[in-house]
């Protein structure tokens, strides 16, 4: 699993866009790039997936370098039900487990 | 609700007795994941199953625990002679498991509480 490196935390206003930064210098060419999220006291929940194209689903979007050694989420208009830990997450692609790191925890103010 | 199912999602116990998770999968999906989150941490692996066999199980499985998924649809978790650091959140998630990608799709947790 490649390692990956997130801020712990940032702040957004409610409506505005937010930007999650994710560094994985160290992935391989067939590893996917994963965001999941934990709103407080629930399970994690999927946000998207990438390899080398930008992905968009009507949660959010997805942009990755070209040289694939960082990405950033995206979530086009922030609400307060966004507040939650974000986890960038470059999982094995023969077994698919998870490794979450600290995250970032996210707080969508008013 | 075909979402992933777990029970019970609460359980207190005191230490030194035995308790059992169950967790219910998405129907058909055929790959399915054990983690166990404490206070503050991200949730971290336990085990892996592919229908019903064992494929994976982290250095975090001590002998005390042990997981099944015998027909491979639901599966269990059991603790024997529970510890307070066993005090934890338990996640049961599960994926299609076929082609490339494997977006896991996780249930609500079984909250354990050794006393």
């Known amino acids: 699993d490649a390692k990956t490196t997130q801020p712990p935390s940032m702040d957004c206003a409610e409506g505005r866009a937010a930007n999650l930064p994710c560094n994985h210098s160290?992935?391989?060419?067939?590893?996917?790039v994963y965001w999941y999220r934990q709103i407080h006291s629930q399970g994690p929940q999927y946000i998207i997936h990438g390899l080398k194209n930008n992905e968009t689903n009507e949660m959010a979007s997805l942009i990755i370098t070209e040289d694939r050694k960082s990405s950033t989420l995206i979530l086009p208009h922030a609400t307060l039900r966004d507040t939650a830990v974000y986890y960038c997450i470059a999982p094995s692609s023969n077994t698919g487990k998870l490794i979450f790191g600290q995250g970032t925890t996210l707080q969508v103010k008013p | 609700d075909t979402g992933v199912s777990q029970n019970p999602r609460h359980k207190i116990t005191k230490r030194g007795q035995n308790v059992t998770f169950r967790c219910d999968p998405i129907?058909?999906?055929?790959?399915l994941y054990w983690y166990r989150q404490t206070l503050g941490q991200g949730p971290e692996f336990l085990t892996y199953?592919?229908?019903?066999?064992?494929?994976?199980k982290s250095r975090l499985l001590s002998d005390r625990f042990s997981a099944e998924r015998p027909k491979g649809s639901f599966s269990t978790l059991e603790i024997q002679r529970t510890e307070q650091g066993d005090s934890a959140m338990y996640l049961c998630a599960s994926s299609e498991g076929a082609g490339e990608t494997y977006e896991q799709y996780f249930g609500p947790g079984t909250r354990l509480t050794v006393t």
């Open positions: 160290t992935i391989s060419g067939n590893e996917y």
């Open positions: 199953f592919q229908n019903e066999a064992q494929l994976e």
């Open positions: 129907s058909e999906h055929n790959r």
